[in-house]
C-alpha cells in the first residue's frame, strides 16, 4: 500500500464531524487515528512511547528535547514517557489534521531482540523523540495491519504478525536508535525507562534523586547525568512536571477544588504549589483560563 491509499483510507474511516483532537479507537491493539478540524492551542500531552505518522497537515512539538514541526508523510517517535507541547497549525474542517498513532509495545520489541540478537545495533544511541520519513516498508505494513479494522476474524490471526512487523520495521527505522538502545539490558536508555516507571507510579511521593537512581540501579550521580541526557530535565522537576499536569487535568475535569488537587498530586503546600503551577503554565489554577492545556 502507498502513502496516500492509506491516507485516504485513514480519512474515509473517520467520521467528518470527529474533529476534537481525541483519540479515535480502530478496534486494533494500540492503533488509534487522530483528527483535529481546527487549529488548536498549545497543549501538554504525556503520552506512553509512540509511533505518529502524519497523513495530513501538520503537527508542532516542543519540550526539552525537541522543537519541531513534524510534516504530512513524516513520522516521529517516541521512545520514553516525554512531557510535549503539541500544536496544530493551519487544520480546518475542509483540510483537517488527520495522524495515525500507534502505542508502542515494549514487550514485543524486546521479544524481537531474542530473535535478531545484537548484530543489527548501532552504537549511537539517538534521542528520546526523533522525527523521519517512513519507508515503503513501513507504510505497507501500517496499510496491512489498518486494513484488519472493522475484520475480527481476520484480526484474531493476523494482528499480532502484523504488530510485531510494525515494531521490527520502527526498531530499523533510520529515526529508531533510541528503541534499538532501549532493548539492550542495562543500556542507559532502559535504565532511564525503569526509573521513568517508577516516577510515574509513585510520582505523588515525595523522593531523592538517590532513591530515583536505586530504580535505575545507578549512583544518583550517574544517574542524573543519563536522566537529563535522555529527558532533557532533571529527574526532580521531571516529577513535579508530572504532578503539575495531572493536577491541571483534575482541576479542568472539575474533579476537585485547588486545594484538594494540589493535595492529591504530593504537594503539601497549596502556595508553593499555585505558584509552581502559574510557571509552568502561564496562568493560575484558579482562572484555568489562558497559558498551556493539558491533553485530558
Not at 492509506?6 to 467520521?15: H, P, Q
Request: include cysteine; charge should be positive; aromatic fraction near 8%.
Amino acid at each position: 500500500m502507498q502513502f496516500k491509499d492509506l491516507a485516504d483510507k485513514v480519512s474515509a474511516f473517520v467520521n467528518p464531524n470527529w474533529g476534537n483532537g481525541v483519540p479515535l479507537a480502530t478496534g486494533l491493539r494500540n492503533m488509534s487515528v487522530t483528527r483535529y478540524s481546527r487549529e488548536t492551542d498549545p497543549e501538554i500531552r504525556l503520552d506512553d512511547p509512540r509511533f505518529c505518522l502524519i497523513l495530513q497537515g501538520r503537527q508542532h512539538l516542543s519540550g526539552a528535547l525537541c522543537d519541531m514541526t513534524v510534516e504530512a508523510g513524516q513520522t516521529f517517535i517516541s521512545s520514553h514517557l516525554l512531557p510535549l507541547t503539541a500544536h496544530v497549525p493551519g487544520a480546518q474542517p475542509k483540510s483537517p489534521c488527520l495522524m495515525l498513532n500507534l502505542t508502542l509495545d515494549i514487550s514485543v520489541l524486546r521479544s524481537l531482540y531474542d530473535q535478531i540478537g545484537d548484530t543489527v545495533f548501532d552504537e549511537t544511541e539517538g534521542k528520546a523523540i526523533e522525527i523521519g520519513a517512513p519507508d515503503d516498508a513501513l507504510i505497507d505494513a501500517l496499510g496491512r495491519y489498518f486494513q484488519l479494522a472493522g475484520k475480527p476474524w481476520e484480526a484474531n490471526v493476523m494482528a499480532p504478525l502484523i504488530l510485531k512487523e510494525l515494531h521490527f520495521r520502527l526498531l530499523m527505522a533510520t529515526h529508531g536508535g533510541m528503541l534499538r538502545q532501549l532493548l539492550v539490558r542495562d543500556s542507559p536508555a532502559s535504565r532511564m525507562a525503569r526509573a521513568i516507571a517508577h516516577i510515574k507510579r509513585s510520582y505523588r511521593t515525595p523522593m531523592t534523586v538517590a532513591e530515583m537512581a536505586k530504580s535505575a540501579g545507578l549512583g544518583p550521580s550517574a544517574f542524573f547525568g543519563h536522566f537529563k541526557s535522555i529527558t532533557g530535565t532533571t529527574p526532580l522537576q521531571y516529577q513535579k512536571d508530572l504532578r503539575l499536569i495531572h493536577a491541571r487535568r483534575m482541576i479542568g475535569r472539575g474533579e476537585c477544588t485547588v486545594t484538594a488537587a494540589a493535595a492529591a498530586v504530593g504537594y503539601e503546600s497549596a502556595t508553593q504549589f499555585s505558584r509552581e503551577y502559574a510557571r509552568k503554565f502561564g496562568a493560575s489554577p484558579r482562572s484555568f483560563r489562558g497559558g498551556i492545556r493539558v491533553a485530558s
